[in-house]
């Protein structure tokens, strides 16, 4: 590998995500060298994925079809499940961000820890320890903040949405889970009624 490749790769496959605002000097040499980190990166079944016009860039595996030869090749990128309240978050967010594009010119969404726990407190079954609920959704949002979906800011208490949640969410799934949480509340309405 080149020495003018070793810098952007590595950091590509550190990072998880790389962002423009973060590393500037990084990304130039990634879109500089987009073409030899991807044939590079492609070779041990990986792609590399820019958005120039968000600013971010990451790695992801390749699906075997995807490749010329139809070789499969093992899996370099560990995929995680992701439990039923997290994926919740990562799709309600998914709609704030999309409400904040269409309303707003900042490109920054940033939203409070309170924010975070009323957004999803009407998808999650009633507890009678309001705590404890408040503690499994931080659980929740420090997941989110592993997955570097939300990044912590210098107010107290406060994230950034981070846009590569455009990446992992697309209109499909939005609209997918859109549906499946539909059908989610009213069972969950329904057995509330049930136990009153």
């Known amino acids: 590998m080149s020495d003018t490749l070793t810098a952007p790769v590595v950091h590509l496959l550190k990072a998880g995500v790389l962002y423009q605002g ?3 000097l990084v ?8 073409a030899a980190i991807g044939d590079y990166l ?4 990986l792609d ?7 600013g971010y860039a990451y790695v992801r595996q390749q699906d075997s079809e995807a490749r010329d030869d139809g070789t499969a090749v ?8 992701l439990s039923f309240p997290v994926s919740l978050m990562l799709v309600l967010l998914r709609g704030r961000l999309a409400d904040s594009d269409a309303g707003s010119d900042d490109p920054r969404l940033v939203l409070t820890r309170e924010d975070l726990v009323e957004m999803v407190r009407g998808f999650l ?5 309001e705590a404890q ?5 931080d659980a929740h949002i420090r997941k989110l903040v592993d997955l570097k979906v939300l990044r912590p800011t210098k107010q107290t208490a406060a994230y950034e949405v981070r846009r590569h949640l455009k ?5 499909q799934v939005l609209g997918d889970f859109n549906d499946l949480l539909a059908t989610y509340r009213s069972a969950v309405s329904t057995t509330v009624k049930d136990d009153a």
Do not use: K, S
């Open 22 to 24: 973060d590393a500037p």
């Open 167 to 171: 990446a992992l969410v697309d209109a």
């Open 133 to 137: 609920l408040v503690d499994q959704i």
């Open 74 to 81: 093992p899996r370099l990128v560990t995929r995680h499940r």
């Open 48 to 54: 590399v994925v820019i958005d120039r016009a968000e």
């Open 27 to 34: 990304w130039e040499q990634i879109l500089a060298q987009q």
């Open 125 to 129: 079954p009633p507890r009678g320890n």
């Open 42 to 45: 492609g070779v041990i079944g």
